[in-house]
């Protein structure tokens, strides 16, 4: 990716932040905020954010767009799920996640904090 991808360029307004090798910026609109979401290649939720969080799996519900890369999913009953972008995705909580390939993971998300779940009408958990 080259320094002038508009998909990785700073978004001005947006708070940034880093954990687990993850960039993470997000600006708030009305009750809801907006966020960029940049998975490095080969990150793996549960060695990277997992010592940070304290949690066997991510407890959010994550809803947006991948706009870029490949992710794979694992969620506690043992079902899987690949999304490849570009691709809406819908990934309940409860689930460990990596980036498959050679390129970062890019995802654009939309979220209520802890209340994403119930105010999009899904469910708390992934359902097998």
Known sequence: ??????LLAPIPGAEHQELGGVQLDVVHTGNARVKRSIYPVGFHWARDIKPHVGTEFCVHTHIGFLARGKIHMTFQDGCTRDYVAPQVVVIE?????RVVGDEPAVLIEFDFEGDTAARLGLPERHQH
């Open 1 to 6: 990716m080259s320094a002038a991808d508009s």
């Open 93 to 97: 909580a409860g689930h460990d996640g």
